[in-house]
T-cell receptor, first 112, second 109 residues
């Protein structure tokens, strides 16, 4: 059974551009969470979606948005990219969002 | 004050040593406690998961939770060079999971 998949694996953008990151959860999982991990730090919670509804949001600006599709896959969108948005973006899936989460390999975003 | 505190290390030990990794937390609302292992440039991998005080063992790994002291630990027995990675503690309250900064572990052959 496939684990959490994310695309693309790497991405280079310039300041001011927009980016869309994609995630497919483990089959049967209905919840997807997004995290940002800056080098040398632990993952920081951005969003959680469950059954296509936003369940929670971390302390991130409105430039960050997400959605979940009927097949439970998800997209994270970041507008007006800043240099500080350079990070590893991780997607995690779980059955209901409140217990163990399983992470994908991440998308490494570099903003120049 | 951060909700979850974890010493970033690095921690260097010889092969075969017992490793002790620790986190403290400030919010008594945390319900679930996890340890993840993260290799360089990879996503975190779930190692251990528990929701009650006490010990939970899985092979060479033992997770310990002390809710009264707001303190959790991960012990690794007979450490191997392949255990060299960053270890992240994580705690869950409702939909939100909070991670520690991670401890970098090096196991020398």
């Amino acid at each position: 059974d496939a684990g959490v998949t994310q695309s693309p694996t790497h991405l280079i953008k310039t300041r001011g551009q927009h980016v869309t990151l994609r995630c497919s959860p483990i089959s049967g999982h209905k919840s997807v969470s997004w995290y940002q991990q800056v080098l040398g730090q632990g993952p920081q919670f951005i969003f959680q979606y469950y059954e296509k509804e936003e369940r929670g949001r971390g302390n991130f600006p409105d430039r960050f948005s997400a959605r979940q599709f009927p097949n439970y896959s998800s997209e994270l969108n970041v507008n007006a990219l800043l240099l500080g948005d350079s990070a590893l973006y991780l997607c995690a899936s779980s059955s209901d969002g409140q217990e163990t989460q399983y992470f994908g390999p991440g998308t490494r975003l570099l903003v120049l | 004050q951060k909700e979850v505190e974890q010493d970033p290390g690095p921690l260097s030990v010889p092969e075969g040593a017992i490793v002790s990794l620790n986190c403290t937390y400030s919010n008594s609302a945390f319900q679930y406690f996890m340890w993840y292992r993260q290799y360089s440039r990879k996503g975190p991998e779930l190692l251990m998961y528990t929701y009650s005080s006490g010990n939970k063992e899985d092979g060479r790994f033992t997770a310990q939770v002390d809710k009264s002291s707001k303190y959790i630990s991960l012990f690794i027995r007979d450490s191997q060079p392949s255990d060299s990675a960053t270890y992240l503690c994580a705690m869950n309250r409702g939909f939100k999971t909070i991670f520690g900064a991670g401890t970098r572990l090096f196991v020398k052959a």
